[in-house]
């Protein structure tokens, strides 16, 4: 860079010179004029020798430009070598990022690799290692190692709840000190203002009354519907909160009666974050604070007691009789709270709601939570129409592969065979359906009393559901009755061995349930529920989904553990009133399991105890009227 500089240099001095040798020699050629012309008239060589003069001064004059140009030129090389000095300066600093960051992309790269190959490495060592324990470890070592990762999943899902519920905790913290400044401010904007005040507040008023007096009408059209907005808010509030209550009833009644430490922490673990939905709920009700302080304090209560015994339990105590005598408070005030909250959720209208947020007194919602003291929490599940009558699972049928697949043809002319009876004159294809996996016919069936609907699978040609629409008036089939009814039906369409596990009624209609049993185990994923008319002494409907996608001859292990020692896993002050073996569906699994039926403290239970453990899987209560029973 500096040679190119100089070089300009150089050439601008060069050129200097020969300006100025120009400059000479032209100098040099006037006078050698004015010599030859000095016999001309004076005049002459006064003018000749002016017109050299000027002659002289006219290169002088030119030189300075041509000297201006140069330096000119020569910034301009300067500037222009500068800029590739730094351009090139830029471009190295580039390259060099570059390959920094493809040598650190290499590296990452070369980590990577290494770690994955690091982890592969130890997932090789440890299922080399558990293959070696395993190899070697006894049953019982097994069962405490499985136990033992079950508390740790367990205690980790706890303590994820409870870090969820700490940061609820501190934004509803958070809400209330907003709200409890809000309205300190609000009262000290209250306070009377001095002469100052009361001239700006008179100014305000005018101008407010102006703005008032144009938007009143506009106000008033708004109101109603912003109410009515309002009102419907609170209305799902009523909702949420009774259904959450509904909720805790179940789950404490379950607790109530289960006795294994496995439901216990599922259990107590659901009525703590119940307890904690509830009081977020109470907090927007429509109604003064006095009204749900009791309520709330008794949720905050059962979430706490709840959480205490759910780390009893994970670490493997067993509850002691106060904390089942908590539970049985829980349970009793629950469901005070239960039947107040039922009756208002029916009867509130939106009237009662807009008299309540306006803080009216004469309402459904103050009179509710005003008899409201103590209240809440949560438990099992619950059946109106059997245990496991909502079984099935993402299955693929397990006896249809080898069927003939059957036309529409075919399926029509079975259909007639099916339903002789029923007094069939026509039958129709109506097109094709996919229920659960299973391809089936839609047919429709023209008899007597009206139109019937029918499914057929496409493998076997079997009964998936049925349906007649004729109503049923009155009474004269008893229940036993309508039970051979409906077996007869089943053996009629193939399904046998078929044993009735849960019946009800209406006084018109007899609702069974069937389950396949093989060697006097009851299978209940294979079930079919029937439909018969107790006026007519009729089968009206038929669903076998469950059996036809279930069914086939199991290979049925033998129970580890006697009845007698499964029944001494329950509760001692549960009452049981039958018991047998079953095959139950549990975690996409089916599981040997004694089944027991009976009561507690007026409620109907179905606990499951694992035939080959001992442990307690499954419980169920009974709710709606008195209407089912368990037939043993």
């Known amino acids: ?128 290692e558990r293959k070696d324990m395993l190899k070697h470890e006894t049953k019982e070592a097994r069962m405490q190692r499985k136990a033992e990762e079950r508390q740790a999943k367990t205690e980790a899902r706890i303590a994820k709840r409870e870090a969820a519920a700490a940061e609820r905790q501190a934004r509803r913290e958070h ?18 203002p001095g002469f100052g005040g009361w001239l700006a507040a008179v100014i305000s008023l005018g101008v407010t009354t102006l703005a008032l007096g144009t938007m009143m009408t506009l106000g008033w059209m708004n109101m109603n519907g912003m109410e009515a907005n309002m009102a419907g808010v609170h209305t799902q509030s009523v909702y949420e909160l009774n259904s959450v209550v509904d909720n805790l009833n179940s789950n404490l009644s379950k607790a109530r009666v289960s006795n294994s430490s496995s439901d216990q922490v599922k259990l107590l673990t659901q009525i703590a974050i119940e307890s904690e939905m509830a009081e977020t709920i109470l907090e927007r009700m429509p109604v003064e604070t006095q009204l749900t302080q009791n309520m709330t304090s008794f949720v905050n209560k059962m979430g706490d007691s709840a959480q205490s015994m759910l780390y009893a339990v994970a670490r493997g105590e067993k509850l002691t009789e106060s904390q089942k005598a908590s539970i049985e408070y829980m349970y009793e005030v629950n469901t005070q709270m239960k039947g107040i909250l039922n009756e208002l959720a029916s009867c509130c209208s939106e009237k009662d709601i807009i008299s309540a947020m306006k803080g009216k007194e004469n309402n459904l919602m103050f009179k509710s939570f005003g008899d409201l003291q103590n209240n809440s929490v949560e438990t099992p599940k619950e059946i109106n129409d059997g245990p496991f009558s909502d079984s099935i699972k993402k299955v693929s049928p397990k006896n249809l592969e080898a069927l003939e697949e059957i036309n529409a043809t075919k399926a029509e002319e079975l259909a007639r065979g099916y339903f002789t009876k029923y007094n069939v004159s026509d039958v129709r294809c109506t ?58 039906f089943l053996n009629s369409l193939g399904f046998d061995n078929m044993k009735a596990v849960w019946t009800s009624e209406n006084g018109t209609t007899c609702n069974l349930n069937f389950a396949y049993e093989q060697n006097g185990v009851v299978i209940y994923p294979d079930m079919i529920k029937v439909k018969v008319c107790e006026e007519r002494g009729i089968v009206t409907g038929m669903e076998g989904l469950s059996y036809v996608l279930n069914h086939t001859e199991r290979t049925l292990d033998k129970a580890s553990i006697s009845e007698s020692e499964a029944e001494s896993a329950l509760n001692g002050q549960f009452e049981t009133e039958g018991s047998r073996l079953t095959v139950i569906p549990l975690d996409d699994e089916e599981v040997l399991a004694y089944e027991f039926y009976g009561t507690y403290g007026g409620n109907t239970y179905y606990i499951y105890v694992d035939a080959k453990t001992g442990e307690e899987i499954q419980v169920f209560t009974v709710i709606g009227t008195a209407q089912g029973k368990a037939l043993m």
């Open 1 to 128: 860079m500096s040679k190119k500089v100089s070089s300009g240099a150089e050439k601008a001095e060069e050129l200097t010179r020969k300006n100025e040798k120009t400059t000479k020699t032209k100098k040099s050629q006037p006078a050698k004029k004015s010599a030859t012309e000095v016999t001309g008239k004076k005049t002459a060589a006064t003018k000749t020798r002016k017109a050299d003069t000027k002659k002289a001064e006219k290169p002088a004059k030119k030189s300075k430009p041509a000297k201006k140009l140069s330096e000119k030129k020569l910034k301009k090389q300067q500037a222009r070598a500068e800029k590739k000095l730094q351009a090139a300066k830029i471009k190295a600093e580039k390259k060099q990022r570059r390959l920094e960051k493809k040598l650190e992309h290499k590296q990452k790269r070369l980590d990577a690799i290494a770690a994955f190959k690091e982890k592969r490495a130890e997932r090789r060592e440890k299922r080399r």
């Open 175 to 192: 809400r209330l000190k907003v709200r409890a400044e809000k309205r300190a401010n609000r009262k000290e904007r209250q306070h009377a």
């Open 431 to 488: 097109g094709e359906t996919v229920a659960k996996q299973l391809e089936c016919y839609n047919l429709v069936l023209t008899t007597n009393d009206g139109e019937m609907a029918a499914q057929l699978s496409k493998k076997g040609g079997k009964v998936v559901m049925f349906n007649s629409y004729k109503d049923c008036s009155q009474k004269n089939f008893d229940v036993d009755r309508c039970i051979d009814i409906a077996q007869d």
